[in-house]
């Protein structure tokens, strides 16, 4: 070990400390800050961002980095640590653009903004969100012009949270998604079933958290490397994969919301538990890259926990913590998490016409940095769009453009990543039914456990040290398709709602 890599670790273990207050200061605001202790949270989060931020961009830093990617100090090191240096000294040269002032105003204006978003929710009214959005749009894009100079402003934050893709590429693959959806849907709903009052009655929330603990050791998430908390807006993070953190959100009368919620984040939690821990605290672990995160939070929520086997082992068990299962059916249950319906909400959707969500999202993010659109128009638009692609329109803000939190953060480009990661769960489970046989059968036998290997093994390892596009075709041995989703798609409701 050089002098000069040893400097260079000892370094990034002193960033890993700031990374350590701020990570945990986010979680503290999210889950238990009371309302009139938000103030000195986003002070403190701001203080120890800056600290950060500085370190992550000095002078020392750009040195170590540029000493370490010389030839003969390069090729002693290991491929992990090559990784690493090379990805550090890209992001360095990036945020080194940057100025301080700059990346201050822009922390402390997210924390802000979080806070805000929740007020406006909770009173159903974007004109107070308003004046905060409009500040991230414009400071994203300031950050951006820094980060990316010279490069389109929204391709840009679409390569920050899933590197290697432009629109050019996701209008293809979700034009092509709805050339094969929109009919589907159509014939789906031209034989619409009823809503099952059942399911709206009271389920009684403490009940609920105990079944999101037992869906969470069931599908491999591990205690001894994870906690739950409680949020408006269900989440992930983690500090390590020793320490991963999930959340949910627990409706009186609507169960399957904290169910669904509870595999989709434990899949996220899965993936960064699973990570090599060779990566911890460095830019090798916690997987950046979004559309693939997604792609396992959605595989285990829709691909294997909307499959009527995943439940066969622990619908005893469901009905016995939230006793209203008892008096529902397994087969009656079966077709209510799979019912398909124009729904207000993104996160309670069925998984068909979320596909629909996304794209309205991913429409919005460009009409707001390509069209320049007023954000006093915005909610206007999102109408317009929910009545184009869902023929349902919002009643008030909370249940439509004040749903969700992402752009209280400024993580304008994420949206997208969610229905390319259902993209790629079409894609792996034709690899998982190849190379492990018939997933029904796995399921039903209460086999979830090699699937989860299987996925540990293939992706979760690996975490941020290949691209997506390197991932899938290394996985599946491919290029990137919409078709494996579809197909799924139509053979699925095929067969529950009878289609000809």
Known sequence: MSKLFEEFQNYLNQMNQYDHVITLLYWDMKTNTPKLGQEGHVAALTHFSAENFAMSTSDQ???????????????????????????????????KRIPADLYNTFVEAQAQAGIV????????????????????????????????????????????????????????LFEALKRELIPLVKEILGKQKPDNPAFSGFFDPNGQRQVQDMLLSYIGFRKDAGSVGETEHPFTLNFSSKDVRVTNHYYEHDPLSSIFSAIHEGGHG????????EYDNTVAGSCRYMGLHESQSRFYENILGRNKNFWIPVYDRLGELLPPFKEISLDDFYQEINHV????????????????????????EKAIFRDQIPVNELPALWNQKMQEYLQITPANDAEGILQDMHWSDGSFGYFPSYLLGSIYDGMLLDKVREELGDVDELLRNGRIGEITAWLNKKIHWYGSTRKPKETIAAVCGREVSAEPLARYFKEKYTEIYHLG
């Open 61 to 95: 830093l750009g040195e170590m980095l540029t000493g370490l990617s010389e030839s003969a100090e390069f090729e002693e090191l290991t491929d992990t640590w090559k990784f690493i240096v090379k990805r550090m000294k890209r992001d360095y040269d990036r945020n």
């Open 117 to 172: 978003w929740e007020e406006a929710k909770e009173k159903s009214d974007f004109s107070l969100f308003a004046p905060s959005l409009r500040k991230m749009i414009d400071l994203t894009r300031e950050m951006t012009g820094y980060t990316d100079p010279g490069k389109e402003v929204y391709d840009a934050l679409l390569d920050q949270y899933e590197e290697g893709m432009d629109s050019a590429t996701i209008d293809g």
């Open 270 to 277: 899965i993936f960064e538990q699973n990570i090599n821990p």
């Open 341 to 364: 319906r124009n729904s207000l909400i993104r996160v309670n959707a069925d998984e068909v016409t979320y596909c629909f969500h996304i794209i309205l999202r991913y429409e919005m």
